[in-house]
C-alpha cells in the first residue's frame, strides 16, 4: 500500500513539474494553451484530483513559482545499456551530481550529449478512448496526413502514433474530429533491444529504480529488452 501512494505521489509531482513548464510556456488557461490541456488531461488518466491540478496552476501562476527546465541526460548502465533521462529542474548543478552519482553507484556512467540519442526514436503516443461507431481503418485515413505513422486498436482505446514533430498536428487533429483522448506523451523507443540473463536485469534495474526515485527525474528510457 506504502509503494502505491509513493508511486502515486511520484506521479502527482511529475504532473506538477509539467503543469509548471506549460504555463511559463505559455498562458495558464487551458482552453488556450494546447501542452497545458494536454497535461490535465494525463492528470486525468492518472486521477489527479482537480483540486490538486487548480493548485499546480495557481502556483505556477504565482510570483514564487519555481522556474523548472528541462534537461536530458544520456548514459551507459552495466552491460552498456544505453539510457536516456528527462528531467524537470529548477537546479540542474544538483540534478547531474544525483543523476551521475546514480550511475556511479550502479556501475554506469554518464555520456556526452548526443553519444545516445541517436539509438532511440522520439514519437507523441496518444491514447484516445474507443468511439462506437470507430473504423479503424477510415481514422488512419483521416489522420495521415497529420503525421500519423501508426495506429493499434486495444482493450482500452485506440494507441495513436505520430513523430514528435507532429505532436501539436495531430492533438489539433483529434481535438477537431471531437474524440476523446484520455492521455498523450512524447516518448523514446529505442531502435534496438539488448537481451541479457536475469541476474545482468537486476543490476540494470536498480540502475532504473535508482533513476525514477530521483524526484528531478521525469521519465528513463533504456534499450534493455524486457
Known amino acids: 500500500m506504502f509503494a502505491r501512494y509513493a508511486k502515486m505521489a511520484k506521479a502527482f509531482t511529475r504532473i506538477g513539474k509539467e503543469i509548471a513548464i506549460a504555463c511559463r510556456q505559455g498562458v495558464a488557461d487551458p482552453v488556450n494553451n494546447p501542452r497545458l490541456r494536454a497535461v490535465i488531461q494525463n492528470a486525468k488518466a492518472l486521477n489527479m484530483p482537480k483540486v490538486n491540478v487548480d493548485a499546480a496552476i495557481a502556483r ?4 514564487d513559482a519555481s522556474n523548472y527546465e528541462e534537461v536530458v541526460y544520456e ?3 552495466p552491460y552498456k545499456i544505453a539510457f536516456m533521462i528527462e528531467t524537470a529542474t529548477d537546479n540542474p548543478t544538483r540534478t547531474v551530481a544525483n543523476i551521475r552519482l546514480h550511475f556511479s553507484r550502479n556501475e554506469g556512467a554518464l555520456a556526452k550529449n548526443g553519444a545516445i540519442d541517436f539509438m532511440f526514436e522520439r514519437m ?4 484516445i478512448a474507443k468511439p462506437t461507431s470507430l473504423n479503424i481503418e477510415e481514422l488512419e485515413l483521416e ?3 497529420h503525421g500519423l505513422e501508426e495506429i493499434e486498436e486495444a482493450e482500452d482505446g485506440v494507441y495513436i502514433y505520430s513523430a514528435f514533430n507532429n505532436y501539436g498536428a495531430m492533438q489539433k487533429a483529434l481535438e477537431e474530429k471531437k474524440l476523446e483522448v484520455l492521455s ?3 516518448q523514446r523507443f529505442p531502435a534496438e533491444t539488448k537481451e541479457l540473463t536475469e541476474s545482468q536485469m ?4 536498480n540502475l532504473i529504480n535508482a533513476l525514477e526515485d530521483d524526484d528531478d527525474v521525469q521519465a528513463v528510457y533504456h534499450n534493455m529488452r524486457d
Do not use: C, P
Request: charged content about 35%; aromatic content about 10%.
Open 202 to 205: 537486476k543490476e540494470v534495474n
Open 184 to 186: 498523450s506523451d512524447k
Open 75 to 77: 548514459g551507459y548502465g
Open 143 to 145: 489522420l495521415i496526413d
Open 60 to 63: 505556477a501562476k504565482s510570483k
Open 124 to 127: 507523441a503516443v496518444f491514447h
